[in-house]
């Protein structure tokens, strides 16, 4: 989603958790939760929960996105949630699509336990507590009246709708007995990133081939289906990097100052290919590919010194600029972005910066 959709204000109805930060989809999708042991609804289910109902009418749904999105600086990181298309938002007159509003449902049966409008036009995000430990999610989507925190919910039953703007709804899932190694330091993502799962793994069967066949990105079918968003490697280039401005807490993912102080390495979420998404400091916010010879982020250590990646911003055949890396510890990168009208740099300036797990 843009990166306008910075400006939130909790419902009064969630002033209770004012403590705990969450952040909506324009929060890199690195989302914070209330603490594990919280449980006012007396949750007693266990185990992974079921998501046994479409949350939009199976034709209206058009495309389903796997997890993975770079998209900076609002997801510099990539995102913890998957987008559901109803309209086909990359071919023919967009003016013509229909983005009225469609009838929302529960996708489980649970306690609504969570309520955020993430948008100044009333886009809210709404959570449901299934199990003691599953939790699934929509945004940008307008809830019904009477529906509000410790609401009982049915599957299947109506609890929001589409904004009435196009093309897609947010869904997320988060399983606290699920831990995803690939994020290096864990103190700095909240339950919905730290724990986070793609959703159509705990659809029922017939519902999960359904969203799977409908898997499908600007570019065509990406390579994995269901996406990963943990990607990082102690030691390794590859994951995700924060600037040494930012506390090691959940505030480093959770805020839009904190986007801009992020950088990942991570495979596009289309063909696996290395991509560079940088928010900010070192330069313009950017999603890039890497050059087609130059050093896989999985495989630099500090034992490859400094390397120049080359540049190219999706879509384009020229070159944008490049991008000089150097792992200084097995926690800790140098980094400097240089335009493509100066020579290949081979040392840094004053203008790098550090970064850090």
């Not at 609504?112 to 599953?134: H, R, S």
Request: aromatic share 10%.
């Amino acid at each position: 989603m843009s990166s306008s959709r910075v400006r939130r204000r909790i419902l009064p109805v969630v002033a209770a958790w004012a403590a705990v930060s969450v952040a909506s989809c324009g929060g890199g999708g690195k989302n914070t939760t209330a603490p594990t042991e919280y449980n006012p609804y007396n949750i007693t289910a266990t185990g992974p929960g079921v998501l046994s109902v479409s949350p939009l009418d199976t034709l209206t749904v058009f495309a389903a996105s796997p997890l993975g999105k770079l998209g900076p600086p609002a997801h510099t990181l990539p995102t913890d949630h998957v987008y559901i298309n109803f309209v086909d938002a990359w071919s023919g007159n967009q003016l013509a699509n229909d983005c009225s509003k469609r009838p929302v449902y529960a996708a489980g049966a649970g306690v609504v336990d969570f309520l955020l409008v993430t948008e100044a036009a009333g886009d809210t995000k709404i959570g449901v507590w299934m199990t003691k430990t599953f939790h699934y999610y929509y945004d940008h989507v307008l809830v019904l009246p009477g529906i509000t925190l410790g609401t009982h919910v049915n599957a299947g039953q109506q609890i929001a709708t589409t904004t009435g703007r196009c093309p897609s709804m947010d869904l997320g899932a988060y399983d606290l007995d699920v831990t995803l190694p690939g994020l290096v330091t864990p103190a700095r993502y909240g339950d919905g990133t730290r724990h986070a799962v793609s959703p159509y793994k705990y659809m029922t069967a017939s519902l999960r081939a359904f969203y799977l066949s409908r898997a499908r990105l600007l570019e065509g079918v990406p390579y994995d289906k269901e996406g990963r968003t943990d990607f990082g490697v102690a030691g390794r280039l590859i994951g995700d990097w924060f600037h040494t401005s930012l506390p090691v807490d959940v505030s480093s993912t959770g805020t839009p100052d904190s986007w801009t102080k992020q950088i990942a390495f991570a495979p596009d979420w289309f063909d696996g290919r290395p991509r560079v998404s940088i928010g900010g400091v070192i330069g313009n916010p950017i999603l890039a590919r890497l050059g087609a010879t130059d050093p896989d982020p999985a495989a630099v250590t500090t034992a490859n010194g400094l390397v120049t990646y080359a540049l190219t911003l999706p879509g384009a055949f020229e070159q944008y600029g490049w991008l000089l890396v150097q792992m200084t510890a097995a926690d800790r990168i140098k980094v400097e972005f240089a335009p493509v009208s100066a020579p290949k740099p081979t040392a840094f300036t004053a203008a790098a910066q550090d970064y850090i797990r």
